[in-house]
């Protein structure tokens, strides 16, 4: 792998340069959000609106941004969410995204909605740190099938996605023909047409190669292509799921084990009470409830609550290495995001889902020498000039807390 950077100096050039290299359908669908976008564009805006202060003439020559996370060391706080379309980005985009982070050193989320299969990845980048995403079933025996799977394969931090009672209102996906089941439409054959490039480079070689494109990692009575009628059946009707499902799979998951999508600090209680490893405050990316509160925007009441025995990730909205130091003096102990790397992944594969680590990783480091920390532990609330009300408020300065 080159260390290339394509033209793009930070996350929304990646994204720009995706735009014009995927069909327009396939573009919005990881771009969007819910209904009038109101979560997705919060995401980023909790981010922004906070201003952080530096402190001068500290000697930053041998800062580190190494982190620690389940015992294993990540070159810095920041995970891969799943999705499950880095296959639609590049041909076998999710083996691609796994292989940049294990050469990064980060966590890599492998998502159950994958085009590739969990095996597949595994051997390309199981020496990494590989995790996998589950969404549960009402029926056991199922479930039970699909985690002995994700175990036999090594996988030893398991996800459990729990935000999706019922799908998601995204209306410009209707709109572009792009709902799954994919049906070939007048108007998505056109928005293909105008990426002749990306037809060839991606739906055309996984046609050939591997025929359409299929949920390979689901249980044999549930794999479906794209573009098969949806499974009408008990097993997929997911509105009925509770708390028992996610302890049944605890009872049978001895590795580490989170579930991610809820928006409470009351629900991440919970999930510390019942035995859990941790949980991913997340949105989705602001792709299910439009009016949900940036997952940055809980972190103070989730860390009060839960306490710091506990892990607490966050993924939805972070873009630039500032947001990660951000999350962090908010008491994150990862921050996760999903869509920058399937940018990259539009750009350039594998590479291009490196180049958007890398510029995580070169504006953390900037920004930690800036501000004048050497490390993740010396990050803090105290980095905030005039935070907003939902950030804890500092005490009154005074010169011993200067020092
Ligand atoms: C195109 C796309 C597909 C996604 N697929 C999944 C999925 O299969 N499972 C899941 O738990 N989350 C899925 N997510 C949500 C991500 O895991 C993550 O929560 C979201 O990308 C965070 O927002 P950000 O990338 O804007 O920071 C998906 C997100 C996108 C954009």
């Known amino acids: ?16 340069k995706a735009k014009q290299r995927v069909p327009k359908g396939v573009f919005d ?7 009038d976008g109101i979560a997705l564009k919060n995401n980023r805006d909790a981010y922004k609106q906070l201003k952080i202060k530096n402190r001068v003439l500290v000697d930053v020559s041998k800062r580190s941004i190494e982190t620690t996370i389940f015992g294993k060391k990540a070159a810095m706080p920041y995970g891969i969410s799943p999705t499950g379309t880095a296959g639609l980005m590049s041909f076998g985009g999710e083996a691609g995204v796994a292989v940049a982070a294990t050469k990064m050193r980060v966590p890599c989320t492998i998502a159950l909605n994958a085009q590739t299969a969990m095996e597949e990845i595994w051997d390309v980048a199981g020496d990494g740190n590989l995790w996998f995403q589950v969404y549960m079933w009402p029926d056991n025996d199922l479930s039970m099938m699909q985690i002995n799977r994700i175990k ?16 998601s209102n995204r209306e410009y996906n209707k709109k572009n023909g792009f709902s799954m089941p994919l049906k070939y439409s007048p108007t998505l054959f056109a928005q293909l047409l105008a990426r002749p490039g990306w037809l060839i480079r991606v739906l055309g070689q996984h046609y050939v190669k591997r025929g359409a494109p299929t949920m390979v990692n689901y249980p044999e009575e549930l794999i479906s292509r794209i573009t098969d009628p949806m499974l009408k059946h008990m097993h997929t009707k997911t ?14 998951w001895p590795g580490n084990l989170l579930i991610k999508g809820l928006h409470s600090a009351e629900d991440a209680l919970i999930a510390k009470e019942k035995g859990l490893d941790g949980v991913v405050l997340s949105n989705h990316g ?21 306490g710091n025995d506990f892990t607490v990730i966050i993924d939805s909205g972070a873009r630039r290495g500032s947001d990660l130091v951000k999350a962090m003096a908010l008491g994150a102990d990862l921050v996760m995001s999903g869509r920058p790397t399937l940018w990259g992944a539009a750009v350039a594969g594998a590479e291009g889902s490196f180049r958007a680590l890398e510029i995580f990783y070169d504006e953390m480091d900037r ?28 005490q009154q300065i005074t010169r011993a807390a200067a020092e």
């Not at 394969?153 to 019922?166: A, C, H, K, R, S």
């Open 1 to 16: 792998m080159t260390n290339a950077n394509f033209g793009a100096y930070n996350i929304e050039d990646l994204r720009q």
């Open 29 to 35: 669908y990881v771009d969007g959000g819910a209904e």
């Open 152 to 167: 036999s394969v090594g996988f030893e931090t398991l996800i459990i996605t729990v935000d999706g009672p019922v799908g």
């Open 239 to 252: 509105d009925n799921l509770t708390w028992d499902h996610v302890m049944r799979i605890r009872d049978n």
């Open 286 to 306: 602001g792709r299910y409830v439009d009016c949900a509160p940036a997952p940055l925007q809980l972190l103070p009441e989730t860390r009060t609550a839960v």
């Open 367 to 394: 920004v930690m020498a800036q501000l004048g920390l050497n490390s993740v532990a010396d990050i803090g609330p105290e980095i905030f000039w005039n935070p907003p009300d939902w950030v804890p408020q500092r």
